[in-house]
Each structure stands twice: as C-alpha cells, then as structure tokens.
C-alpha cells in the first residue's frame, strides 16, 4: 500500500495554471503507475491522466490533452500535474492514485489520496 496526499489546488481565474503535487509515502511507489483522477458533486470520479512508474509512458483524458502535464520524481516519491490554461468546468476535487504498473482504469488503482479542491472561475 501506498499512502497519499494532494496538494497545490486553489482557487484561480480562467487561464491561470496550477501544479498539484502528490506526496507518496510507502516502498511501491517507484514501481507503482500513478494517476489523477478528479470528480464533481453528484458525478463519478473521471480519469485525467495516468503516467507509468518509469515516467517513460503518459496517457491523458480528451478534455485535458495539451492543457496538463503529469510528471514524477521517483527519488522524491511525489507525482505532479501541471494545469495549464485552466478552464470553469476544469473545478473538482482533484485525486491521485497508485496502482500496478500498467493501471489506466479507476478500478485498477487501489489507493488513493484524499483530494484537493481545484476551482477555476470565468
């Protein structure tokens, strides 16, 4: 297992850029995928983008292709996710998630940070 916690979400205007950053803790996390996920009252949790434990592999949602950017440092066990270029309806609570290698969906990351509050206003 893997224990995580979000960080760097806020408030900001539409256009403005953000960096979450998810601090890792735990021996899997080198050999782990790492995710973000983000979810809106009365919605499911959404897949935003999934980066492989090497870092050599990225994979993003349609909405957030070209706009965010998710990295790792494994030597300081954190994932990150640059949010540029932010839009209203880019507003969650924002989710990282450890998983196997290989993970891309919810199902197949089995932990899971608390979350951070992004809010982009217009």
């Known amino acids: 297992q893997v224990r995580l916690v979000e960080s760097g979400g806020g408030l900001v205007q539409a256009g403005d850029s953000l960096r979450l950053s998810c601090a890792a803790s735990?021996?899997?996390?080198?050999?782990?995928?790492m995710g973000w996920f983000r979810q809106t009252p009365g919605k499911e949790r959404q897949f935003v983008a999934v980066?492989?434990?090497?870092?050599?592999?990225?994979y993003y949602a349609d909405s957030v292709k070209g706009r965010f950017a998710i990295s790792r440092d494994n030597a300081k066990n954190t994932l990150y996710l640059q949010m540029n270029s932010l839009k209203p309806e880019d507003t969650a609570v924002y989710y990282c998630?450890?998983?196997?290698?290989?993970?891309?969906?919810?199902?197949?990351?089995?932990?899971w940070g608390q979350g951070t509050q992004v809010t982009v206003s217009s």
């Open positions: 998630a450890a998983g196997p290698d290989g993970a891309i969906l919810k199902r197949d990351f089995g932990s």
């Open positions: 980066i492989s434990w090497t870092g050599g592999s990225t």
């Open positions: 735990g021996s899997n996390f080198s050999r782990s995928s």
